[in-house]
């Protein structure tokens, strides 16, 4: 079985940081990200890598956030900084290889004004 654990969540004042972290069991996947969900809104996408280091970035979180990988750990990792109210959801940690699909439980971050 596969199982994907996120931390690092909390509560932060708007300007302030956060380094979320996910730990995966099992394979070592081609993609691994971090996607989010406001209440009431529909998830998306935050940041995906590679298995070698590429990225992608939404466009709302470019330059601010950061992904990351270490392989021999199994782990995903989103440095968040500069962070803004609208950054405000439950972040969820994404795996994907070729023939799975798979989703942490998710962490809350909330920014504050």
């Known amino acids: 079985q596969v199982q994907l654990v996120e931390s690092g969540g909390g509560l932060v004042q708007a300007g302030g940081s956060l380094r979320l972290s996910c730990a995966a069991s099992?394979?070592?996947?081609?993609?691994m990200g971090w996607y989010r969900q406001a209440p009431g809104k529909q998830r998306e996408l935050v940041a995906i890598?590679?298995?070698?280091?590429?990225?992608n970035y939404a466009d709302s979180v470019k330059g601010r956030f950061t992904v990351s990988r270490d392989n021999a750990k199994n782990t995903v990792y989103l440095q968040m900084n500069g962070l803004k109210p609208e950054d405000t959801a439950v972040y969820y940690c994404?795996?994907?290889?070729?023939?799975?699909?798979?989703w942490g439980q998710g962490t809350q971050v909330t920014v504050s004004s």
């Open positions: 994404n795996a994907r290889g070729i023939l799975s699909t798979h």
């Open positions: 099992g394979s070592i996947f081609s993609l």
């Open positions: 890598i590679g298995s070698v280091g590429s990225t």
